[in-house]
Protein backbone atom coordinates (compact mmCIF):
# COMPACT_ATOMS: atom_id res chain seq x y z
CA UNK A 1 0.00 0.00 0.00
CA UNK A 2 2.85 2.40 0.36
CA UNK A 3 3.95 2.40 -3.44
CA UNK A 4 0.15 3.76 -3.75
CA UNK A 5 0.09 6.58 -1.15
CA UNK A 6 3.41 7.52 -2.61
CA UNK A 7 2.74 7.57 -6.26
CA UNK A 8 -0.67 9.56 -4.98
CA UNK A 9 1.86 12.64 -3.31
CA UNK A 10 3.38 12.23 -6.64
CA UNK A 11 0.74 12.95 -8.47
CA UNK A 12 -0.89 15.83 -5.42
CA UNK A 13 2.64 17.74 -5.67
CA UNK A 14 2.83 17.50 -9.52
CA UNK A 15 -0.49 19.26 -9.84
CA UNK A 16 0.51 21.83 -6.98
CA UNK A 17 3.35 22.93 -8.70
CA UNK A 18 1.14 23.18 -12.59
CA UNK A 19 -1.72 24.76 -10.74
CA UNK A 20 0.67 27.29 -8.40
CA UNK A 21 2.89 28.27 -11.60
CA UNK A 22 0.21 28.54 -14.44
CA UNK A 23 -1.14 31.66 -13.32
CA UNK A 24 2.79 33.16 -13.31
CA UNK A 25 3.69 31.80 -17.09
CA UNK A 26 0.15 32.95 -18.47
CA UNK A 27 1.04 36.55 -17.07
CA UNK A 28 4.39 36.71 -17.93
CA UNK A 29 3.40 35.10 -21.68
CA UNK A 30 0.19 37.66 -22.16
CA UNK A 31 1.36 41.11 -19.85
CA UNK A 32 4.24 43.38 -20.55
CA UNK A 33 7.36 43.04 -17.77
CA UNK A 34 6.26 45.11 -15.65
CA UNK A 35 2.60 43.48 -15.01
CA UNK A 36 4.36 40.37 -14.51
CA UNK A 37 6.57 42.09 -11.94
CA UNK A 38 3.63 43.57 -9.96
CA UNK A 39 1.47 40.47 -10.17
CA UNK A 40 4.84 38.84 -8.76
CA UNK A 41 4.59 40.90 -6.01
CA UNK A 42 0.64 40.80 -5.38
CA UNK A 43 1.25 36.64 -5.32
CA UNK A 44 3.85 37.05 -2.75
CA UNK A 45 1.51 39.30 -0.60
CA UNK A 46 -1.82 36.71 -1.12
CA UNK A 47 0.86 33.79 0.44
CA UNK A 48 0.33 35.38 3.56
CA UNK A 49 -2.85 33.41 4.87
CA UNK A 50 -1.00 30.25 4.11
CA UNK A 51 1.77 31.44 5.56
CA UNK A 52 -0.37 31.19 8.67
CA UNK A 53 -2.62 28.12 8.13
CA UNK A 54 0.57 26.06 6.77
CA UNK A 55 1.77 25.58 10.62
CA UNK A 56 -1.46 23.94 12.23
CA UNK A 57 -1.69 21.40 9.37
CA UNK A 58 2.10 20.45 9.34
CA UNK A 59 1.49 20.56 13.56
CA UNK A 60 -2.24 18.06 13.78
CA UNK A 61 -0.51 15.82 10.88
CA UNK A 62 0.90 13.12 13.56
CA UNK A 63 -2.85 13.64 15.59
CA UNK A 64 -4.75 13.09 12.79
CA UNK A 65 -1.97 10.08 11.65
CA UNK A 66 -2.58 8.04 15.20
CA UNK A 67 -6.42 8.62 15.60
CA UNK A 68 -7.03 7.21 11.90
CA UNK A 69 -4.62 4.46 12.32
CA UNK A 70 -6.81 3.83 15.37
CA UNK A 71 -9.59 3.93 14.12
CA UNK A 72 -10.86 6.63 16.62
CA UNK A 73 -13.25 8.18 14.13
CA UNK A 74 -15.08 10.66 16.98
CA UNK A 75 -11.78 12.05 18.51
CA UNK A 76 -10.76 12.65 14.61
CA UNK A 77 -13.93 14.22 14.25
CA UNK A 78 -13.58 16.69 17.01
CA UNK A 79 -9.99 17.39 16.99
CA UNK A 80 -10.61 18.12 12.39
CA UNK A 81 -13.34 20.88 13.97
CA UNK A 82 -11.15 22.45 16.47
CA UNK A 83 -8.28 23.13 14.48
CA UNK A 84 -10.42 23.82 11.65
CA UNK A 85 -11.86 26.40 14.17
CA UNK A 86 -8.63 28.00 14.78
CA UNK A 87 -7.54 28.41 11.21
CA UNK A 88 -10.34 30.36 9.88
CA UNK A 89 -10.15 32.27 13.38
CA UNK A 90 -6.72 32.93 12.20
CA UNK A 91 -6.69 33.09 8.88
CA UNK A 92 -9.80 34.76 7.49
CA UNK A 93 -10.05 38.52 9.58
CA UNK A 94 -6.51 39.20 8.20
CA UNK A 95 -6.94 37.61 5.03
CA UNK A 96 -10.33 39.39 3.98
CA UNK A 97 -8.92 42.79 5.26
CA UNK A 98 -5.83 42.47 2.87
CA UNK A 99 -7.75 41.38 0.71
CA UNK A 100 -10.49 44.77 0.30
CA UNK A 101 -6.90 46.52 1.20
CA UNK A 102 -4.55 45.01 -0.94
CA UNK A 103 -3.65 48.13 -3.19
CA UNK A 104 -2.96 50.22 -0.52
CA UNK A 105 -0.78 47.48 1.32
CA UNK A 106 1.01 47.01 -2.10
CA UNK A 107 1.97 50.91 -2.00
CA UNK A 108 2.78 50.51 1.35
CA UNK A 109 4.99 47.70 1.15
CA UNK A 110 6.78 48.64 -2.02
CA UNK A 111 6.27 52.34 -2.23
CA UNK A 112 5.59 51.80 -6.18
CA UNK A 113 2.98 53.72 -7.33
CA UNK A 114 0.95 51.49 -9.42
CA UNK A 115 -2.45 51.26 -11.58
CA UNK A 116 -3.72 50.55 -8.06
CA UNK A 117 -7.49 49.66 -9.20
CA UNK A 118 -6.03 46.73 -11.94
CA UNK A 119 -2.70 45.61 -9.30
CA UNK A 120 -5.05 46.20 -6.04
CA UNK A 121 -7.55 44.21 -7.83
CA UNK A 122 -5.51 41.42 -9.08
CA UNK A 123 -4.12 41.43 -5.30
CA UNK A 124 -7.53 40.75 -3.53
CA UNK A 125 -8.71 38.29 -5.90
CA UNK A 126 -5.36 36.20 -5.17
CA UNK A 127 -5.79 37.17 -1.19
CA UNK A 128 -9.45 35.59 -1.14
CA UNK A 129 -8.18 32.94 -3.11
CA UNK A 130 -5.32 31.96 -0.72
CA UNK A 131 -7.87 32.54 1.87
CA UNK A 132 -10.21 30.09 0.79
CA UNK A 133 -6.98 27.61 -0.14
CA UNK A 134 -5.90 27.91 3.95
CA UNK A 135 -9.09 26.91 4.79
CA UNK A 136 -7.87 24.10 2.95
CA UNK A 137 -4.94 22.90 4.78
CA UNK A 138 -6.76 21.24 7.99
CA UNK A 139 -9.20 18.65 5.53
CA UNK A 140 -5.92 17.77 3.11
CA UNK A 141 -3.78 17.08 6.01
CA UNK A 142 -6.87 14.66 7.45
CA UNK A 143 -7.25 13.10 3.86
CA UNK A 144 -3.74 12.60 3.84
CA UNK A 145 -3.18 11.39 7.29
CA UNK A 146 -5.81 8.98 6.62
CA UNK A 147 -3.68 7.37 3.29
CA UNK A 148 -6.62 9.07 0.92
CA UNK A 149 -4.74 11.06 -1.68
CA UNK A 150 -6.82 9.87 -4.85
CA UNK A 151 -9.61 12.62 -3.70
CA UNK A 152 -6.82 15.39 -3.79
CA UNK A 153 -5.15 14.08 -7.12
CA UNK A 154 -8.40 13.67 -8.82
CA UNK A 155 -9.53 17.30 -7.76
CA UNK A 156 -6.04 18.77 -8.87
CA UNK A 157 -6.24 17.12 -12.10
CA UNK A 158 -9.69 18.55 -12.58
CA UNK A 159 -8.22 21.85 -11.88
CA UNK A 160 -5.56 21.92 -14.27
CA UNK A 161 -8.10 20.69 -16.97
CA UNK A 162 -9.96 23.74 -16.05
CA UNK A 163 -8.04 26.74 -14.64
CA UNK A 164 -5.41 26.74 -17.02
CA UNK A 165 -7.64 27.57 -20.29
CA UNK A 166 -10.02 29.74 -18.07
CA UNK A 167 -6.58 31.95 -17.30
CA UNK A 168 -5.98 32.05 -20.91
CA UNK A 169 -9.66 33.92 -21.57
CA UNK A 170 -9.10 35.81 -18.26
CA UNK A 171 -5.80 37.43 -19.01
CA UNK A 172 -6.86 38.03 -22.11
CA UNK A 173 -9.93 39.68 -21.48
CA UNK A 174 -8.97 41.51 -18.34
CA UNK A 175 -5.22 41.65 -17.82
CA UNK A 176 -4.09 40.95 -14.23
CA UNK A 177 -7.38 40.96 -12.73
CA UNK A 178 -8.23 38.07 -15.03
CA UNK A 179 -5.32 36.16 -13.26
CA UNK A 180 -6.54 36.79 -9.93
CA UNK A 181 -10.30 35.67 -10.64
CA UNK A 182 -8.34 32.63 -12.13
CA UNK A 183 -6.56 31.64 -8.68
CA UNK A 184 -9.93 32.94 -6.88
Not at 37 to 51: E, K, N
Not at 119 to 128: C, H, I, Q, S, Y
Request: aromatic share 10%; glycine share 10%.
Amino acid sequence: GTWRYAAGMVGITLNSAVLIQSDKVVVSAMTSLEGFGLYSLACVLAQAPLLVAAPFGTAVFPRFTLLSERGDAAALGVLYHKVSRVVAAAVIPGGLVLALFAGEFLFAWTGIRTDQQQTGLAAGLLMAGSVCLALQVVPFNLALASGWTRLNLQLGLLSILMVVPLQLWLVRAYGLPGAGASWL
